[in-house]
T-cell receptor, first 112, second 109 residues
Framework: GQQVMQIPQYQHVQEGEDFTTYCNSS?????IQWYKQRPGGHPVFLIQ?????EVKKQKRLTFQFGEAKKNSSLHITATQTTDVGTYFC????????????FGRGTQLTVWP | NAGVTQTPKFQVLKTGQSMTLQCAQD?????MYWYRQDPGMGLRLIYY???????DKGEVPNGYNVSRLNKREFSLRLESAAPSQTSVYFC????????FGQGTRLTVV
């Protein structure tokens, strides 16, 4: 079954509004990663969170890793049309196989 | 430094035809993956290879075979294509973070 749940599946916002997507894992993760896929493109790595309770920022994007290392969120402040795309979280269980468990993604649409 | 190179970018097959999707990475990564992406379904893992000479099934392996030819190359084969295999296919390699190829848009008619 789905190892990493991600919600919402779709989000439509007006430019300037905030946006948040959430991920929840059924198991403790060694780290969680976030990717962005622009329409027609391929997923591109954004960031990795490793520590319990970690918070990282990239300009208007804020990433959090839960205390139990089972959940994470990505928050975008004051969205812009350039933020359009699908955002994926990917959980790493820390096995030597190097397998990542991807959430189904949140597709963000931003109206101008 | 090309990263992950995937070929072809587009392909149309007739039902029952076979084809091989090629993938190569130049980052010396051990782990490589094949995903398919369908609307609303996210990235579903078909097969992965943790190292040269090993392969394992992912979530949706039926109808596919893979070959880890060497550390650089990981190919995906459709022996008898079906319309249900119409999708976008991504190859990726993992060296701590995943690097994706540009994708192959496959249509089976």
């Amino acid at each position: 079954g789905q190892q990493v749940m991600q919600i919402p599946q779709y989000q439509h916002v007006q430019e300037g509004e905030d946006f948040t997507t959430y991920c929840n894992s059924s198991t403790t993760l060694s780290n969680i990663q976030w990717y962005k896929q622009r329409p027609g493109g391929h997923p591109v790595f954004l960031i990795q969170l490793v520590k319990s309770g970690e918070v990282k920022k990239q300009k208007r994007l804020t990433f959090q890793f839960g205390e139990a290392k089972k959940n994470s969120s990505l928050h975008i402040t004051a969205t812009q049309t350039t933020d359009v795309g699908t955002y994926f979280c990917a959980g790493d269980r820390g096995s030597t196989l190097g397998r990542l468990y991807f959430g189904r993604g949140t597709q963000l649409t931003v109206w101008p | 430094n090309a990263g992950v190179t995937q070929t072809p970018k587009f392909q149309v097959l007739k039902t029952g035809q076979s084809m091989t999707l090629q993938c190569a990475q130049d980052m010396n990564h051990n782990s490589m993956y094949w995903y398919r992406q369908d609307p609303g379904m996210g990235l579903r893992l078909i097969y992965y290879s943790a190292s040269e000479g090993t392969t394992d099934k992912g979530e949706v392996p039926n109808g596919y075979n893979v070959s880890r030819l060497n550390k650089r190359e990981f190919s995906l084969r459709l022996e008898s294509a079906a319309p249900s295999q119409t999708s976008v296919y991504f190859c990726a390699s993992n060296g701590g973070q995943a690097f994706f190829g540009q994708g192959t848009r496959l249509t089976v008619v």
